[in-house]
């Protein structure tokens, strides 16, 4: 947008020069005005009436008190009706005018709105009545050879004090000195006795019309470029107020503005919390989307969509939070029918792509009055179904608040959690299919809370990575890890590489890479003894910076595993795009081993794909015997699931060691420093 304006108010180009034409216009006054440059003037001008009409209030009660003691000190009461008719009359016609313009500008200041003619009309009747009565008495004044400054004054308060478009203050001026100047040319000089203007007088007349006239224009022109600073303030104020309210790329209210809004109808008295209800909505597939049509097309689905939003619940306060995500404060009464007219028209719009609209709700409570709680609970309600076809609107329930509240509690205590050895590692063994022993560990995280009990990953690995804060778990695991690598070696126990697994998000929040490798150093941990694990589902999107983060951790010596493979639908594109040392088969696949005829020849064809691409196999959720004879028959070289053992904290590791349930391989020798 451009931030500059010409003299109209108009946006113009930083070069652009006012022509010849524009500055007549400007300086004669004809120039079109915007309605906020003709409300700038007209407030100026209501202003500038106070002290006007106040100068004449004040002036005619002291004419009006001077003439009264006259009469007194003087006993003039015998001239009263000729005083009455040529003075008194005057007096208090000026004083009623001033007083009435006195009414008027003063409501204008104090906010009360009047009938803006009405008010400007005011102003014209007042100036004239003041020019009409200066010329009046300074007429008379000038006959009896007294001094014309009544004129003069009324003159300068009409013509300096309010301020005229140039052409008007000339038709003013130049009519009242016409008008004067011919009324006292008319009468005979009270000094010669004889009719008409001496030329001194018309000289002084001439140069107080000509300097009186030019300060017309100056005040006129300083007046306006003060109005255009100020018009175009406020548009630049119009320009960032609406940027700071609205959605750039739909044009919808963004989520600062839903807030406050929302925030103010929460604590609103007349606000019946009992029917109203907040909106989660989030386009399931949109990646998908994104991927398969490009982002433009994408945003004009967001486009669309949020026109749809904004027609299916007109008249609520409707936002887009960020990327396919929207909220909507609206009535109860019909919304899920409204949902399911929007899931309908979105279906318009999806092309090849299952777009599926997921809707979470909340109704809040009697006594809510934070509209962030009210939308995190909707947006809960709308995760909870994701990836469930069959689910498109769920209300924020009582099972809900329950996780809710675990969820809550998780983002608040991690760093307790952390401080107070709240996680705690468990590994599982991977074994060789060859030898069956133990040739490595995979270290997974359990929470182990005063307040809920044991907690698995599933419940709290999703919820750090929503809120961003996965890395303190990871950077946790990483240094227990190492810790516990160093008390076996320093006991003189064997220890196998341990795979940890990385969130795509630790890349992003911190240095996990030097994290591990400064923490390996403190606890003298070689290389060769951690792996890491990338899961399949966190390749599907920014390739180009895990790419990179693949390749720094190899060039730091350490192996990467593709966790999950098979998990999702980009798969083969992975093994494309990224190299791994391990490939970790799904569990998935071997769920159907035991009726699934395909499953064999699937596994088979991912072990020796795996082969020709230089990786180490790895099935995980081996719980059979048949499953881990069928995986050794194939050549895949490792097995990992509860066959061998479950995940299980480092003492019943060591237990079982003992015992001879579980062997290490004597591949990995300790390595003393
Ligand atoms: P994952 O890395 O694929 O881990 C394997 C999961 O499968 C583990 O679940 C394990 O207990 C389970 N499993 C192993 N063998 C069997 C089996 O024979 N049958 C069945 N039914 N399940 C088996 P867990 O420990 O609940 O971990 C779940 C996921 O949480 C992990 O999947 C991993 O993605 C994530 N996770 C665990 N620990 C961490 C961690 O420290 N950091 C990060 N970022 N993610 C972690
Ligand atoms: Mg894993
Ligand atoms: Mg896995």
Not at 392 to 403: A, G, I, N, Q, V
Not at 488 to 503: H, R
Not at 539 to 551: G, R, S, Y
Not at 586 to 606: H, R, W
Request: include cysteine.
């Amino acid at each position: 947008m451009s931030l500059v304006f010409d003299v109209r108010g108009e946006p113009m180009e930083k070069n652009e020069k006012t022509s010849l034409k524009d500055k007549l216009l400007l300086y004669t006054g004809l120039q079109k005005q915007t309605p906020y440059v003709k409300d700038y003037f007209y407030a100026t001008n209501m202003r500038a009436s106070i002290y006007m009409s106040v100068l004449v209030i004040v002036l005619e009660l002291w004419m009006i008190i001077r003439l009264t003691r006259k009469i007194i000190n003087e006993g003039l009461q015998k001239q009263l009706s000729y005083l009455i008719k040529n003075y008194f009359i005057n007096y208090f016609i000026l004083l009623g005018a001033g007083t009435v313009m006195l009414i008027f500008a003063v409501r204008f200041v104090t906010g009360r709105k009047d009938n803006k003619f009405l008010s400007l009309g005011m102003q014209y009747l007042f100036s004239f009545i003041c020019i009409y009565f200066g010329i009046k008495v300074s007429s008379h004044d000038y006959v009896k050879g007294e001094q014309i400054l009544t004129f003069l004054t009324m003159e300068l308060f009409v013509v300096c004090l309010l301020t005229w478009r140039p052409f008007v203050g000339f038709l003013i001026l130049t009519s009242s000195y016409l008008v004067f100047f011919y009324k006292i040319g008319a009468e005979p000089a009270f000094n010669t006795g004889t009719v008409g203007l001496t030329d001194a007088t018309k000289i002084n007349g001439f140069t107080m019309w000509l300097s009186t006239m030019l300060f017309c224009i100056s005040n006129y022109n300083k007046t306006l470029s003060q109005a255009l600073k100020d018009e175009r303030l406020e548009k630049v104020n119009d320009h960032l107020r609406s940027i700071s309210i609205h959605d750039e790329l739909t044009g919808i209210h963004n989520m600062v503005y839903f807030r406050s809004e929302a925030e103010k109808l929460l604590n609103y008295d007349t606000t019946d919390k009992n029917s109203i209800i907040f909106l989660f909505f989030d386009i399931e597939n949109f990646k998908s989307y994104n991927e398969k049509y490009g982002f433009h097309q994408g945003n004009e689905v967001l486009k669309k969509f949020a026109g749809l939003l904004n027609e299916v619940f007109s008249h609520s306060l409707v936002s887009r939070f960020s990327d396919d995500h929207f909220v909507v404060l609206t009535r109860e009464e019909g919304c899920q029918d409204r949902v399911r007219e929007l899931s309908y028209e979105l279906k318009k719009l999806q092309g090849e792509v299952q777009l599926q609209l997921k809707c979470g709700a909340y109704k809040p409570g009697d006594t809510e009055s934070d509209p962030s709680l009210a939308c995190d609970r909707a947006r809960f309600a709308c995760n909870s179904i994701k990836k469930r076809y069959e689910k498109s609107f769920r209300l924020y329930d009582k099972t809900l608040e329950d996780k809710f509240m675990l969820k809550q509690h998780i983002v608040n205590n991690i760093d307790n959690a952390v401080e107070n050895d709240w996680i705690r590692v468990y590994y599982q063994p991977v074994v060789s299919t060859r030898t069956g022993e133990v040739c490595g560990l995979e270290a997974l995280a359990r929470w182990k809370d005063p307040k809920y009990g044991l907690l698995p990953p599933g419940v709290f690995i999703e919820v750090l990575e929503e809120y961003r804060q996965i890395h303190k778990l990871d950077k946790c695991i990483i240094r227990q890890v190492c810790r516990d690598y160093r008390a076996a070696t320093d006991k003189g126990e064997g220890f196998v590489p341990i795979s940890l697994n990385f969130s795509r998000l630790d890349f992003e929040l911190c240095d996990i890479v030097g994290y591990m490798r400064e923490t390996a150093g403190e606890f003298k941990v070689p290389k060769e003894f951690l792996d890491v694990e990338i899961t399949e589902s966190a390749l599907t999107d920014q390739q180009d910076f895990l790419q990179k983060a693949i390749v720094v951790l190899r060039d730091a010596g350490y192996k990467v595993w593709l966790d999950d493979f098979g998990s999702g639908y980009s798969s083969l594109n992975v093994l494309k795009d990224y190299h791994f040392d391990v490939l970790k088969i799904d569990m998935k696949f071997l769920s159907g081993f035991a009726d699934n005829e395909k499953t064999k020849p699937i596994i088979k064809n991912i072990v020796s794909l795996t082969k020709q691409l230089d990786m180490v196999s790895l099935t995980e959720g081996v719980e059979t015997k048949e499953q881990f004879e069928f995986l050794s028959s194939i050549g895949c070289d490792r097995a990992q699931g509860y066959l061998f053992s479950k995940p299980i904290p480092i003492d019943q590791l060591r237990e079982k060691l003992d015992k001879g349930e579980l062997k290490f391989t004597e591949d990995y020798k300790p390595i003393q420093f």
